[in-house]
């Protein structure tokens, strides 16, 4: 083997073993989380056009640990439609005990960034 490859080997080598006594325990500490994290995001509208109405269900999961999931619904600030409510699965009832979407929203921010 060529010298500079060597060299270039030990340095890499070096480099992940600091790595690892660095951060190894916080590493290890947040589990598959803090190793890979990608979020599939979906929100869920109260009208039948984004323009028309407010978030009512937000859900976000890690694709690489089903377990790291954020799914709540809102209460909107106007009562859904009776279509809506068919189209939605889900009826003002349901939603009537439900928090207001600034605080879910702020909730799912905390739970993206964490």
Same mark, same amino acid.
């Given at each position: 083997?060529?010298?500079?490859?060597?060299?270039?080997?030990?340095?890499?080598?070096?480099?992940? %073993?600091?790595?690892?006594?660095?951060?190894?325990?916080? /590493?290890?500490?947040?589990?598959?989380?803090?190793?890979?994290?990608?979020?599939?995001?979906?929100?869920?509208?109260?009208?039948?056009?984004?323009?028309?109405?407010?978030?009512?269900? %937000?859900?976000?999961?890690?694709?690489?640990?089903?377990?790291?999931?954020?799914?709540?619904?809102?209460?909107?600030?106007?009562?859904?439609?009776?279509?809506?409510?068919?189209? /939605?699965?889900?009826?003002?009832?349901?939603?009537?005990?439900?928090?207001?979407?600034?605080?879910?929203?702020?909730?799912? %921010?905390? %739970?993206?960034?964490?």
């Amino acid at each position: 083997m060529n010298d500079k490859l060597i060299q270039s080997q030990k340095r890499l080598h070096d480099s992940l %073993f600091e790595l690892y006594i660095d951060g190894g325990l916080e /590493l290890y500490l947040a589990g598959t989380r803090g190793l890979k994290r990608d979020l599939i995001i979906r929100l869920e509208t109260s009208a039948l056009t984004p323009e028309k109405g407010e978030i009512i269900h %937000f859900y976000a999961v890690n694709r690489w640990d089903e377990d790291d999931e954020f799914d709540e619904r809102a209460k909107p600030s106007v009562a859904l439609a009776a279509e809506a409510e068919r189209i /939605l699965g889900v009826t003002n009832s349901q939603l009537a005990n439900c928090r207001s979407t600034d605080l879910v929203l702020k909730d799912l %921010f905390r %739970f993206i960034y964490l």
